[in-house]
């Protein structure tokens, strides 16, 4: 099965730009995650999407990131404007669903953004 | 809210045995992965534990207890490609689903 797609792969902006990131996830999977990952340190779970609802936001700083996933299949995560402490790999997840007992998260390759 | 510790570095000579910890504390826990990721690459699953007691996997196996809160990653037989990060994630119940939290990862490092 193809494998969880994510573009560009690699993005360098100044601050106070905007930038935009896209997702594709493994076909059939319900559940899609944006996890934000600074050097040295775990995943951190920006938000969660179960089809095109928002599972969780929790920890999504609302003020300049926004997601949406319209069709419950792709999505896009955004930030506007940059901040320098946004630099980080931004990684998408899926995997099918809240209820499988198991299922791992699928992650895609990132997309690392430099902000300077 | 949720703590999840791990060592932030071990390293280990090929061919040997090398065990990864992780702690955690945490209300709803319903399950817990252990995920492997090397420089620039994005985390890859290794493991699941749900009930207490060792999952064997090949060269990896891992166990768990849910009463201590406690769960380590087991690396037999090292080979130098098993140099990579180490994330410990746990999975807990909430009232929105199953949210999965990491740790900050075990940097293992494979020597000859």
């Known amino acids: 099965e193809a494998g969880v797609a994510q573009s560009p792969r690699y993005k360098i902006i100044e601050k106070r730009q905007s930038v935009a990131f896209w997702c594709n996830p493994i076909?059939?999977?319900?559940?899609l995650y944006w996890y934000q990952q600074i050097l040295g340190q775990g995943p951190k779970l920006l938000i969660q999407?179960?089809?095109?609802?928002?599972?969780?936001d929790s920890q999504l700083p609302k003020d300049r990131f926004s997601a949406e996933r319209l069709k419950g299949v792709d999505s896009t995560l955004k930030i506007q404007p940059a901040k320098l402490e946004d630099s980080a790999v931004y990684l998408c997840?899926?995997?099918?669903?809240?209820?499988?007992?198991?299922?791992?998260?699928?992650f895609g390759n990132g997309t690392r953004l430099t902000v300077t | 809210g949720q703590n999840i510790d791990q060592p932030t570095e071990m390293t280990a000579t090929e061919g040997a045995i090398v065990q990864i910890n992780c702690t955690y504390q945490?209300?709803?826990?319903?399950?817990l992965f252990w995920y492997q990721q090397h420089a620039g690459e994005a985390p890859t699953f290794l493991s699941y534990?749900?009930?207490?007691g060792l999952e064997e996997k090949g060269r990896f196996s891992s166990f768990l207890s849910r009463s201590k809160g406690y769960s380590y990653l087991l690396l037999k037989e090292l080979q130098m490609k098993d140099s990579a990060s180490y994330l410990c994630a746990v999975r807990r119940l909430t009232g929105g689903g199953n949210k999965l939290t990491f740790g900050t990862g075990t940097q293992l490092k494979v020597e000859l």
């Open positions: 534990n749900v009930l207490d």
């Open positions: 076909s059939g999977h319900a559940t």
């Open positions: 999407f179960q089809n095109n609802g928002v599972v969780d």
């Open positions: 945490t209300s709803g826990f319903n399950g």
């Open positions: 997840a899926s995997n099918r669903g809240l209820s499988s007992y198991n299922s791992p998260l699928h």
